[in-house]
Structures are given as structure tokens and as C-alpha cells.
């Protein structure tokens, strides 16, 4: 929708059929944003072949358990040489794999790739909300022409080189905005919430260092911005599953009510695979994971993190 917004001629797939005739006839997308009107140059189609067969670009916008699917269906339909982006946060569910790993191997080394990541409720920029995200692709060339292409008055998108980290921050901002989410959950107050974004930083630099990821990335937008957005906006469906699980409920029933993708039940896996392949403790993350899986309480997690032994901030 932000691409037809900002002037462009955009076709909106989606696997529902009824979803899209629903939007073509009331301009609105009914399930998820009902009272926000879609922009009138929007098409839809619910036939792939058809959204992709004429494109000049590609963007997926599918949870990452579909990514993988979703962008084996694209790529025999696709003209040679066409572009794809995504704004899909997380890795690959069971290998690890970067979403744009995944993405070179299934559209091959000639087809210019690009994640759109950053901190951006699609509520928010749905409304024409003032909204900052950020394009990186390895070919900074490519990177141009997806933000040229949704680039508008309400809505800044920076460029930048550094996939690995751009992804990385979009990924784990998930998984920390449950434990701060569980935090606030359990009225554990603002001192703790700040410890654990900041905290949380840490882990996303300690891992970015080891994966091979800019600094820089991790500290802007697609880090940092949206770490700070994911931890505090209850817009956030990964928040809200913190939220509902520091009240006492399960994963299940916290999940069934969000009723959408809730990012960080499969990314803390990820986190937590590539954490252990490069030998890093991080322990907010792996707290998170333990509660998701029901091995501990949220309770139990914060005091094994509170009782850990006193050390220096940053190593010296
Ligand atoms: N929502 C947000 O504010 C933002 C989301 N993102 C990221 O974008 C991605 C999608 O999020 P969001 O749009 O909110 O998620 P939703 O749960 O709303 O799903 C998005 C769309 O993907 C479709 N979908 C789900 N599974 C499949 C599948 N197996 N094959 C094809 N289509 C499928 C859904 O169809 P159906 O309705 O039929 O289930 C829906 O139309 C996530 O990775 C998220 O982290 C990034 C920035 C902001
Ligand atoms: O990625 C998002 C905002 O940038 C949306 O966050 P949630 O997936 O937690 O709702």
C-alpha cells in the first residue's frame, strides 16, 4: 500500500481470496486495519502470477515461517533480472538462515535483493503517520531504488550496505520486546524495562560482532529505533505476548488471542541457535526462550537474571 501511496502502480497479492475481493470491493483491508482506507490507485489480485508477472519489483510481506515458500512460488514467476525486497522480520525457522541467504539461493546471485526494516507499527504508516525505516542491500545501487520507490512526504527511507545487520536487529528486537514485555507485565517498573532494552542492545552488538554486522546498523533504525519501539509500544504483538504471559498466561492462550504473527516464538530459536554455534551467552535472550517453551516461569527467569554474578558493563 505504500508503494501505490507514494505514486506507483502496485499490486497487493494475498493467498485469501475472499480477504482480497473483500478489499478490492470496500478499499479497506477489513481483518486487520478496518477503519484505515487503502490507498485508491491500490490493485488486488489473489492470483501470484498475475502480481508478479508484469513487476518491476517485488516486495514480500509474509511471516518468516512463509518466507522461504513464499519466495519459491515468486521466483518461476518473476521476469529475469527483477528486484525483491521483503519487510519480513526474523530468520528462517530450523536452519538460522538469514532471511536474504535464503533469498540468494532461491533467486540466484544475479537478482538484486533488499530487506525494508525499521521501526514502523503498520498501523502507524497506514494513518500516514510520520514513519522512518531503512533499505539495505548489497548492491547500494538497489537499495536506491526500493527507497525511491516508497519514499513519501510521511515516510523516510534511509539506505544502507549492511544486510546481516539490519536483519539481525528486526529479528531480535522481537525476542527482547517479550522480556520487557514480561516486565511491565509483572509491574516490575521503568528502571526495569530501560535495564533490559539496554541490556538487550548488548546482546543484539555481541551477536551482530560475531555474525559480522556493522555497529552503526545495530545502533540505528533497524536496531536500536526499533528495539526501543518493539520494548514500548503495545501496538506490538511481541510485546503483548510479554505483557500476557507476565499476567499469568500461557503462550497458547497469549498467541490465539493476538490472532496475527507473533515473530519472536520461532526467531528465539534462531537467536539462540546462532548465539550457541559462535559460543555467546546471552541471557536475556535465553531466558526468553525457556519461558516460551514453558520450562520456567517469567518469575523464575528474572531471578536467575538478577542473581547472576556482578561484572563490568562493557569488558575491559
Ligand atoms: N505489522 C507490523 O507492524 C510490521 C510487521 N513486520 C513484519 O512483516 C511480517 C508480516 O507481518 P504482518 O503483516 O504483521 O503479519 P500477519 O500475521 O498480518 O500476516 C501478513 C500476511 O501474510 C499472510 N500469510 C500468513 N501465512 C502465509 C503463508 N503461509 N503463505 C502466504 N501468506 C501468508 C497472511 O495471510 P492471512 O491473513 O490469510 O493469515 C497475511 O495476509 C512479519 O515478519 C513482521 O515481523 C514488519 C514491520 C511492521
Ligand atoms: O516490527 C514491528 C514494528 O517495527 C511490529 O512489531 P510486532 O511484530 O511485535 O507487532
Known amino acids: 500500500a505504500q508503494g501505490a501511496r507514494s505514486g506507483l502502480e502496485t499490486t497487493l497479492w494475498g493467498r485469501d481470496p475472499e480477504a482480497i475481493a473483500t478489499m478490492a470491493s470496500t478499499g479497506r483491508n477489513v481483518r486487520y486495519l478496518a477503519d484505515v482506507p487503502l490507498p485508491p490507485a491500490l490493485h488486488y489480485t489473489a492470483d501470484l502470477a498475475h502480481a508478479v508477472r508484469e513487476a518491476d519489483l517485488v516486495l514480500i510481506v509474509v511471516p518468516s515461517h512463509a518466507f522461504t515458500?513464499?519466495?519459491?512460488?515468486?521466483?518461476?514467476?518473476?521476469?529475469?533480472?527483477?528486484?525483491?525486497?521483503?519487510?519480513?522480520?526474523?530468520?528462517?525457522?530450523?536452519?538460522?538462515?538469514?532471511?536474504?541467504?535464503?533469498?540468494?539461493?532461491?533467486?540466484?546471485?544475479?537478482?538484486?535483493?533488499?530487506?525494508?526494516?525499521?521501526?514502523?507499527?503498520?498501523?502507524?504508516?497506514?494513518?500516514?503517520?510520520?514513519?522512518?525505516?531503512?533499505?539495505?542491500?548489497?548492491?547500494?545501487?538497489?537499495?536506491?531504488?526500493?527507497?525511491?520507490?516508497?519514499?513519501?512526504?510521511?515516510?523516510?527511507?534511509?539506505?544502507?550496505?549492511?544486510?546481516?545487520?539490519?536483519?539481525?536487529?528486526?529479528?531480535?528486537?522481537?525476542?527482547?520486546?517479550?522480556?520487557?514485555?514480561?516486565?511491565?507485565?509483572?509491574?516490575?517498573?521503568?528502571?526495569?524495562?530501560?535495564?533490559?532494552?539496554?541490556?538487550?542492545?548488548?546482546?543484539?552488538?555481541?551477536?551482530?560482532?560475531?555474525?559480522?554486522a556493522r555497529a552503526e546498523t545495530l545502533m540505528g533504525l533497524s536496531g536500536l529505533g526499533d528495539l526501543v519501539l518493539t520494548c514500548t509500544g503495545d501496538l506490538s504483538r511481541n510485546r503483548r505476548l510479554g505483557l500476557a504471559l507476565g499476567q499469568g498466561k500461557t503462550v497458547a492462550e497469549a498467541v490465539r488471542e493476538i490472532g496475527q504473527v507473533v515473530e519472536s516464538v520461532q526467531t528465539v530459536d534462531e537467536v539462540m541457535r546462532l548465539a550457541n554455534r559462535h559460543g555467546l551467552d546471552l541471557p536475556i535472550s535465553a531466558q526468553v526462550q525457556r519461558v516460551l517453551h514453558g520450562e520456567i516461569t517469567p518469575g523464575e527467569g528474572l531471578a536467575w537474571l538478577m542473581a547472576r554474578e556482578q561484572k563490568p558493563e562493557y569488558p575491559v
Open 69 to 212: 515458500r513464499t519466495a519459491r512460488d515468486v521466483a518461476p514467476l518473476k521476469r529475469a533480472g527483477v528486484g525483491v525486497a521483503w519487510a519480513t522480520k526474523g530468520f528462517e525457522p530450523g536452519s538460522g538462515r538469514f532471511l536474504h541467504e535464503v533469498a540468494q539461493e532461491v533467486f540466484g546471485p544475479e537478482t538484486p535483493l533488499c530487506v525494508l526494516t525499521g521501526p514502523s507499527f503498520a498501523r502507524e504508516v497506514a494513518q500516514g503517520l510520520p514513519t522512518a525505516v531503512t533499505a539495505h542491500a548489497f548492491d547500494p545501487q538497489f537499495a536506491q531504488i526500493v527507497a525511491r520507490a516508497l519514499h513519501g512526504p510521511t515516510f523516510r527511507v534511509y539506505t544502507g550496505t549492511d544486510m546481516i545487520g539490519a536483519e539481525l536487529g528486526g529479528a531480535m528486537k522481537n525476542v527482547l520486546a517479550v522480556a520487557t514485555g514480561v516486565a511491565d507485565g509483572m509491574q516490575l517498573g521503568l528502571n526495569a524495562r530501560s535495564g533490559l532494552i539496554t541490556r538487550g542492545l548488548n546482546e543484539m552488538l555481541r551477536l551482530g560482532e560475531a555474525l559480522g
